[in-house]
């Protein structure tokens, strides 16, 4: 079983939708969580943390749902901008390494 | 803003021969990580250097894949000989440091590679 796995979609929505997407993690001692984001043909940068409490940057809301090992990021008023692969990243414990997910697809069309 | 430099930023080689790739990770950065992304999947780690020591290189494929970080600065990452299942980008990542949780991690442009 992979640690961090997403449904690799791709979700397409119009420009202006909200579009949500979840990411499982294998491992119930993980610690911390991140969700990257990656245009195509370029490298990863982070979006945002995620947080215990859930948190909240801008259009974006991240949730963390320790009981049933998910983490989840909702986009609302999606833009043309949006579009990217979402890579979910969980902090693996013992040895500090970052496991990615192999990403979700989000496509948003004018 | 400072960046992750990486270089060539494309590669096309036979296989059987070697390459390699360069990092400059941003001044100041102590942990730096080489991860391998075959496309339609997310990055793996290959090798975390904390200054010039190697903390992690337990999926680093040793027997043809070798990296060092002399100077704890910049780093190289060798392939030889190369095959045609190494195609893939190679990103390399910096951070503040390795820290419990997680820091940061700031990645570079990536090095494309294809083996024919």
């Known amino acids: 079983r992979k640690e961090v796995e997403q449904d690799p979609g791709p979700f397409n929505v119009p420009e202006g939708a909200t579009v949500a997407f979840n990411c499982t993690y294998s491992n119930s001692a993980s610690q911390s969580f991140f969700w990257y984001r990656q245009d195509c043909r370029k490298e990863p940068k982070l979006l945002m943390s995620?947080?215990?409490s859930g948190n909240e940057d801008g259009r974006f809301t991240a949730q963390l749902n320790r009981a049933s090992q998910y983490i989840s990021l909702l986009i609302r008023d999606s833009k043309l901008s949006d579009s990217a692969t979402y890579l979910c990243v969980v902090n693996t414990p013992n040895d500090y390494k970052l496991s990615f997910g192999a990403g979700t697809t989000v496509t948003v069309r004018a | 803003e400072a960046e992750v430099a990486q270089s060539p930023r494309y590669k096309i080689t036979e296989k059987s021969q070697a390459v390699a790739f360069w990092c400059d990770p941003i001044?100041?950065?102590?942990?730096l990580y080489w991860y391998r992304q075959i496309l339609g999947q997310g990055p793996e780690l290959l090798v975390q250097?904390?200054?010039?020591?190697?903390?992690?290189d337990s999926q680093l494929p040793k027997d043809r894949f070798s990296a060092e970080r002399l100077k704890g600065v910049d780093s190289t990452l060798k392939i030889q000989p190369a095959e045609l299942g190494d195609s893939a980008m190679y990103l390399c990542?910096?951070?503040?440091?390795?820290?419990?949780?997680?820091?940061?991690?700031?990645f570079g442009p990536g090095t494309r590679l294809t083996v024919l």
């Open positions: 250097f904390q200054d010039e020591s190697v903390v992690d």
């Open positions: 990542a910096s951070s503040l440091a390795w820290v419990a949780g997680g820091n940061e991690q700031f």
């Open positions: 001044s100041g950065h102590a942990t």
């Open positions: 995620v947080y215990s």
